[in-house]
């Protein structure tokens, strides 16, 4: 089989109707990639914060890259149906319907991405969390002069209701 | 029925359909979504105090905006990239070469105008090819007809599909580039001092974790030059 190239992919992106998709998962993963990057090589915050604030990027963007790769397929699928109905009295130009429906599908992801976060990321950064707690609690038994190790506990359930909640700021 | 016919006509609508089928305009318009909404969700979060989320909502629709600006300026010069690529390819093709030359020439956008005057070549073919597909023995020289028009056109849709191919792939690059690599840079060195002249450069106290509350109190309890604080 000969391997593809250049103007073979230009052509296959040029007649492929899902390119707004794949511009948004691709998006998706190299958000999900780099914003964790560039959040560790921050060398202002100290390293439990950045490590926190970047598992919650990354949490963000395996939530979107689903909803984003199979909304409007499903979107599609709801029109496909939709053009049944219609075809007795409408004139139906199926792949019109199609590309509008998945624009329409990959709008609603959008909207649904924060909802998702505000479900999924609570319980994982709670175990990640509790996990750190763990850690710094044994520590803590080693090391009794870490005064950093010994505050973090109390302060702790002050930001309980805050720590956990939806996904992270300028996704 | 009416609802589901109203909806029929939103989906096949041409305008619509044009808007869907562009990664850029699907980028610029989610962007703009993402900016509205996210705040909304963020404002309508009951656990979180009023601080708090006003603080997050300006951020999070100040780096919306930010992305929305970084896109506007970086898809159209990836686009016009990816199609000068995309040319000689298409140069390939005489009469694809015409268009091209065509479009070259007219008033508005040279990109938009050759994928205008493509569309008809593409939706001849795909006539051509859907009556092939039939295939009615009733009307065998029709689907001779469609064979001859197929094989004459296939070359030019190849040449016109690549063009577009360009501008699209143009587009995804500037779009993957500008959101996940440029945005999060500037964010640190723009938000930051517009942040400052909104009134709102410090995040609440009920935002951080832990650790930087303590070195936060921990650095005011020294600088008063007092112990530091070992607990609450």
Known sequence: MKAPNFEDILKSIGENNNTPTIAMCLIAIFKGIFRPMFTMMDKKSDPETKKYAAIREGLTEVAALPLYAVTPFLAAKLAHYLGKQLKNEVSVNPRRMEATSKFIGLGVATLLIPAVCNIIQPPIMAAYKKRQESKKAQLGNTNITNPVTQVSQPLQTTFKSNFNRGMKVGG | ?232
């Open chain 2, 1 to 232: 029925m009416s609802i589901i016919k109203s909806m029929g006509h939103v989906l096949e609508n041409k305008r619509f359909a044009r808007i869907a089928t562009g990664a850029t305009a699907t980028v610029l318009i989610m962007t703009g979504i993402k900016a509205v909404a996210r705040p909304a969700f963020i404002y309508a979060d009951k656990k979180a105090d009023a601080e708090t989320k006003k603080y997050t909502a300006t951020k999070e629709f100040l780096y919306q905006i930010l992305c929305l600006g970084i896109t506007f300026v970086m898809l159209p010069i990836f686009k016009a990239g990816g199609f000068k690529l995309a040319e000689k390819y298409i140069q390939k093709d005489a009469i694809a070469a015409k268009i091209l030359e065509e479009a070259s020439t007219s008033k508005g956008s040279k990109i938009n105008a050759f994928k205008d005057k493509g569309k008809s070549i593409l939706d001849r073919l795909k006539k051509a090819k859907e009556i092939i597909k039939a295939n009615d023995t009733k009307e065998p020289q029709k689907t001779e007809d469609a064979k001859k028009t197929a094989a004459q056109l296939e070359p030019v849709a190849n040449a016109i599909n690549a063009g577009n191919g360009g501008e699209e792939l143009g587009a995804l690059i500037g779009s993957v580039l500008g959101l996940t690599i440029i945005a999060p840079l500037m964010s640190h060195h723009i938000l930051h001092p517009i942040m400052k002249a909104l009134g709102m450069e410090k995040k609440p106290s009920s935002i951080g974790t832990p650790n930087e509350i303590f070195l936060a109190d921990a650095k005011v309890e020294t600088e008063k030059g007092k112990k530091v604080r070992l607990n609450g």
